[in-house]
């Protein structure tokens, strides 16, 4: 069972263009969660996602950015017309449907905008 | 709400001393408590989680958590740090009771080992 999948690992941006950011979650594990990492910081929750559902978006920026969990593929986490202030690590997370277990997660991708 | 404070942001030890890692935590229902590790430019690995069993929780790489309730903390500990414990260290709540499967990340402590 291959662990939580994130592409690309590093990502380079100019400011203003778009930034997308996927997630393959452990298999069996159908909820998602995108963290937000800033040099020097802990993890900020951003997002948590069912299938085809958003669960809980309250650490999501209000504008430019999105996120998805479609029935079929990877979770996406979408950001529009970059700043440099979203230059971060952003790790996803997955866990199964149930409780008292840990979420497992990817290795991050390394967004930077310059 | 949940969260998590983690007390000190930065801990030095020397190599086969003690560590303590503090962690308190506030939660409105029963807590699922978890301490991550995350190397340098690393992703995220589990440590140890509390899930109402034993108070007392053993994790990898010797170290442990005891989830106390009535001090609402679950400070991580180990009896003898390596030079490879040098990483940062993440204490995570996890409310199960109000249905929720968010996980709340405190702001971590970074584990520095001195030889």
């Known amino acids: 069972n291959a662990g939580v999948m994130q592409n690309p690992r590093h990502l380079v941006r100019r400011r203003g263009q778009e930034a997308r950011l996927r997630c393959s979650p452990m298999?069996?594990?159908?909820?998602v969660y995108w963290y937000r990492q800033l040099p020097e910081e802990g993890l900020k929750f951003m997002v948590y996602?069912?299938?085809?559902?958003?669960?809980?978006e309250s650490g999501m920026p209000k504008e430019r950015f999105s996120a998805e969990f479609p029935k079929e593929g990877p979770s996406i986490l979408r950001i529009q017309q970059v700043v440099r202030g979203d230059s971060a690590a952003y790790f996803c997370?997955?866990?199964?449907?149930?409780?008292?277990?840990?979420?497992?997660f990817g290795q991050g991708t390394r967004l930077t905008v310059v | 709400a949940q969260s998590v404070t983690q007390l000190d942001s930065h801990v030095s030890v020397s190599e086969g001393t003690p560590v303590l890692l503090r962690c308190n935590y506030s939660?409105?229902?029963?807590?699922?408590l978890f301490w991550y590790v995350q190397h340098p430019n690393k992703g995220l690995q589990l440590l140890l989680k509390?899930?109402?069993?034993?108070?007392l929780v053993k994790g990898i790489n010797g170290f442990e958590a005891e989830f106390k309730k009535s001090e609402t903390s679950f400070h991580l500990t180990k009896p003898s740090a390596h030079m490879s414990d040098a990483a940062e260290y993440f204490c995570?709540?996890?409310?199960?009771?109000?249905?929720?499967?968010?996980?709340?990340f405190g702001t971590g402590t970074r584990l520095k080992v001195l030889a």
């Open positions: 996602l069912q299938k085809e559902n958003i669960i809980d």
């Open positions: 997370a997955s866990s199964p449907p149930k409780l008292n277990t840990e979420a497992f």
């Open positions: 995570v709540v996890s409310d199960r009771g109000s249905g929720t499967y968010k996980y709340i």
């Open positions: 298999k069996g594990h159908s909820h």
């Open positions: 509390y899930t109402s069993a034993a108070t």
């Open positions: 939660s409105s229902y029963s807590p699922s």
